[in-house]
Every structure is written in structure tokens, then in C-alpha cells.
């Protein structure tokens, strides 16, 4: 495995130790700068921790030490702390004009043998009506809540 060396500076390390001794933040933001405050090998640092001893103190892995080191070293002090961003990025499937027909079914009379609109009867509908190629009843439900016309609510549609 490749070595990750954390190097801080003054003000860093002053940042970092705010941060665990003040205030109210989350709780791995506040591991993560104790994991950086005790990895550092700059020369502010007056006493350097193994990675085994940071793992036993703070009931934490190894692998998660090294995530911090390498986020620091490739990412920078920022991104070392906070937590990490999806890589991935979803193309949403579902535009404006479909939720207006969506909502507009949703509105009309529900089939036969059926006393209102089901979440799953509404996604398969909508893929029948050729609206949409396909849907799950969750993404349904998402944009009937975000429009605010849920069947079943009795402010709404």
C-alpha cells in the first residue's frame, strides 16, 4: 500500500485542534481532524502517533486512517475533513412535462375495480402511456410529494 505522508502546517494544526476542543461538529469531521492532528510529521508536531495507537484510542480501522492520509495528501485539508462526495452523477429521468402528466393521472379517475390511484398502479401506467420508459413506484412517490398533489393527502389535489 502506498504511503501517505501528512505534513500541517501552523495555522492547520491550530484549525484542527479547534475544531476537536470547541464547539459543536460532526462527529467524523472531529475524527478525521484527530486522526490528521496525530498523523503529522510536520515540524510543529511535538509527539507523532503510530497508526496502530490512533486505531486502539480512537476504536477506529486502519483503512479508515489511511482514507483521511490519502484525502489530505491528493485532496487537500478541506476534503480531508468532510465527507465524501458521490462520484457518481444520475441523469434524472423524469422532466417537467412528465410530472404534469404524471400529476394529471393522478388527478383523474382511477380504473376500474380500483377506489383511488395506487403509487404502483401509477408507474405502470405512466411506462403503459408511453410517458416514460420506466419508473419505480418510490420515484412516484418522490414527485407526487414534491408537487404537493398526493392522493392521499387532503390538503393537496
Known amino acids: 500500500m502506498k504511503k501517505y505522508t501528512v505534513t500541517l502546517s501552523m495555522e492547520e494544526r491550530k484549525l484542527l485542534n479547534d ?14 481532524a484527530l486522526i490528521l492532528l496525530d498523523c503529522d510529521t510536520g515540524e510543529f ?12 484510542v480512537l476504536n477506529i480501522s486502519m483503512k479508515k486512517i489511511d482514507r483521511v492520509k490519502k484525502r489530505f ?9 468532510g465527507k465524501r462526495k458521490a462520484d457518481r452523477v444520475y441523469q434524472k429521468k423524469a422532466d417537467g ?3 404534469a402528466h ?5 388527478c383523474s379517475e382511477p380504473p376500474e375495480g380500483f377506489s383511488r390511484w395506487s403509487l404502483r398502479l401509477l408507474a405502470d401506467k405512466v411506462v403503459e402511456l408511453n ?3 420506466s419508473i419505480s413506484h418510490e420515484a412516484v412517490r418522490g414527485i407526487l410529494k414534491k ?3 398526493n392522493p392521499s393527502d387532503k390538503k393537496g389535489g
Open 19 to 32: 475544531l476537536t476542543s470547541k464547539g459543536r461538529h460532526q462527529s467524523q469531521k472531529v475524527l478525521n
Open 102 to 106: 404524471l400529476v394529471a393521472l393522478s
Open 45 to 56: 508536531q511535538t509527539g507523532r502517533s503510530t497508526n496502530e495507537e490512533i486505531a486502539r
Open 131 to 133: 410517458y416514460i420508459d
Open 97 to 99: 412535462d412528465f410530472e
Open 73 to 81: 495528501v491528493e485532496k487537500g485539508f478541506e476534503f480531508a475533513l
Open 147 to 149: 408537487t404537493k398533489s
